[in-house]
C-alpha cells in the first residue's frame, strides 16, 4: 500500500522560508516521479514542481528561483525548500507520486496523494 506523508507546514512571515517534507512508503521515490502541488481556498489546484528519476525538474512560473525540490533516496522522502515566500504562496500542499518515472505536470498523471499540509504566509 502506498502512503504519502506530508510535514513541515506552518504559519511564516512574508519573505521567509519553509522546508516541505514528504516521506514516501510503499514505493520508492527515486524510480517514481514526485510532485508537489497546491490548492489555496475558493481556487484549483495547481501545478508546484515535479522531480523525475532522472532528477529531471519541472517548476511553475510562479515559483521559479525561489523553490528548490530534492530528494533524499536512503529516506524515500522529497524535500521542497521554498524561499522568499509571499502571501500568494498560502495554500494546501500535496505531495503526489506517480507509477511512471517521468516526471509530468498535470496532477490527473499522478496516481498517489498525500493528506496535505497547510501553509500560511501572512503579509
Known amino acids: 500500500q502506498v502512503q504519502l506523508v506530508e510535514s513541515g507546514g506552518g504559519l511564516v512571515q512574508a519573505g521567509g522560508s519553509l522546508r516541505l517534507s514528504c516521506a514516501a512508503s510503499?514505493?520508492?521515490?527515486?524510480?517514481?516521479?514526485m510532485a508537489w502541488f497546491r490548492q489555496a481556498p475558493g481556487k484549483e489546484r495547481e501545478f508546484v514542481v515535479a522531480?523525475?528519476?532522472?532528477?529531471?525538474?519541472y517548476y511553475a512560473d510562479s515559483v521559479k528561483g525561489r523553490f528548490t525540490i530534492s530528494r533524499d533516496n536512503a529516506k524515500n522522502t522529497v524535500y521542497l525548500q521554498m524561499n522568499s515566500l509571499k502571501p500568494e504562496d498560502t495554500a494546501v500542499y500535496y505531495c503526489?507520486?506517480?507509477?511512471?518515472?517521468?516526471?509530468?505536470?498535470?496532477?490527473?498523471?499522478?496516481?498517489?496523494w498525500g493528506q496535505g499540509t497547510q501553509v500560511t504566509v501572512s503579509s
Open positions: 503526489a507520486a506517480r507509477r511512471g518515472g517521468v516526471a509530468r505536470v498535470g496532477g490527473g498523471q499522478y496516481d498517489y
Open positions: 510503499g514505493l520508492t521515490s527515486s524510480t517514481n516521479a
Open positions: 522531480i523525475g528519476w532522472s532528477i529531471t525538474t
